[in-house]
């Protein structure tokens, strides 16, 4: 099951700032690959660094868990490198920081609830550079911490708290969307759904929410004034995730599944949320991201998997990663 749908199904999963031994290190090794390859052809004019994940079941003499990685293919010399991996944990949210050197990671992982049903669940965020090596930590304890993104001034946002706090029945004032370490936009709830990407003046952020958050959707979240706007409402049915903003702004980038979706389908729509254009469909297509010239929109596919890319104004899409991914970022 792919991370997003795992997310949506249980409302959780987890992660720890520790690396692990290479699959297999005393025993049968992987049951389930994560080998990545082909790399390329790439198109021509392709910059920056595609981050992304891969998870892998794992048995070895004495134990079973998964095990995931986090990956990083800079397309100036393209060759994959490993530079995250953790065990038993899941990562659910990649983001670069402006300057391509360093890459945000959240993690989760799933604990038992407390005796009175508190929540145990433990969120990281922080940010690595390209050996891996812990260069900034942003949250870490029980959650939720989900979904981070960067915006292009550097500012870390994010979704954080739970709605009630079941020692006290009361709602908890700090759930919403947190900004530079304080939550900026209170949400009435918290849900899986909750993703977002900053516009490129990092004047305003869209996210996506449920009913439960107000409005439904696609919505647009301004920065001075905190006000907000439903740009795309969903259909009867439908769940709309993972909006990604071109680096003109002047797009964005969804994925959309259930309702009378054929699959989980990519879609663009302008700034506003009008001109909508399909992009895919009858597969299982997640986490657009664009490339920096904003010529193309990349995503994971579940069918002959891999990382893919398609003209952002429509066309076929080409592989140019092969192998079983998860979660994408592309650096500025």
């Keep these: 099951m792919t991370s997003w749908l795992r997310r949506f199904a249980r409302l959780g999963t987890v992660v720890l700032l520790a690396a692990m031994p290479a699959c297999g290190g005393d025993g049968t090794g992987p049951d389930s690959s994560d080998t990545i390859g082909p790399i390329g052809p790439f198109p021509t004019g392709l910059t920056g660094k595609v981050a992304f994940t891969t998870i892998a079941v794992v048995t070895t ?10 990956h990083v293919i800079d397309t100036s010399h393209p060759s994959d490198n490993v530079i995250y991996t953790v065990k038993d944990v899941f990562v659910e ?60 001034h550097g500012v870390v946002a994010y979704f954080g708290g739970w709605n009630i706090d079941v020692t006290t029945g009361n709602t908890n004032p700090a759930s919403g969307i947190v900004i530079d370490g304080r939550t900026r936009y209170s949400l009435p709830s918290w849900d899986a759904n909750s993703y977002l990407s900053w516009e490129p ?26 006000s907000v706007t439903q740009l795309v409402a969903p259909d009867s049915g439908e769940v709309i995730l993972q909006p990604a903003v071109s680096p003109d702004g002047s797009r964005i980038a969804i994925m959309r599944f259930a309702g009378n979706r054929n699959g989980e389908e990519i879609w663009t729509v302008s700034s506003t949320g009008a001109e909508a254009n399909q992009l895919t469909t009858g597969d299982v297509d997640a986490s657009p991201a664009w490339t920096p010239d904003g010529k193309y929109i990349a995503f994971a596919r579940n069918s002959r998997p891999g990382i893919y890319v398609i003209p952002s104004g429509g066309g076929t899409p080409t592989r140019i990663v092969g192998g079983s991914t998860q979660l994408i970022a592309w650096s500025r």
């Design 61 to 70: 003499s004495s134990q079973a868990y998964t095990e995931t990685r986090v």
């Design 93 to 152: 949210g990649l983001a670069w920081a402006p300057d391509g050197a360093h890459l945000l990671i959240q993690t989760f992982e799933f604990k038992d609830p407390g005796p009175n049903g508190e929540n145990r669940d433990i969120c990281q965020i922080f940010s690595v550079n390209m050996a891996g090596a812990l260069d900034r930590s942003i949250f870490g304890g029980p959650g939720p911490a989900i979904h981070p993104g960067y915006s292009s």
């Design 201 to 226: 003046n990092d004047q305003a952020l869209v996210y996506t929410s449920d009913a439960f958050n107000g409005p439904p959707g696609l919505v647009r979240l301004s920065i001075a004034d905190s």
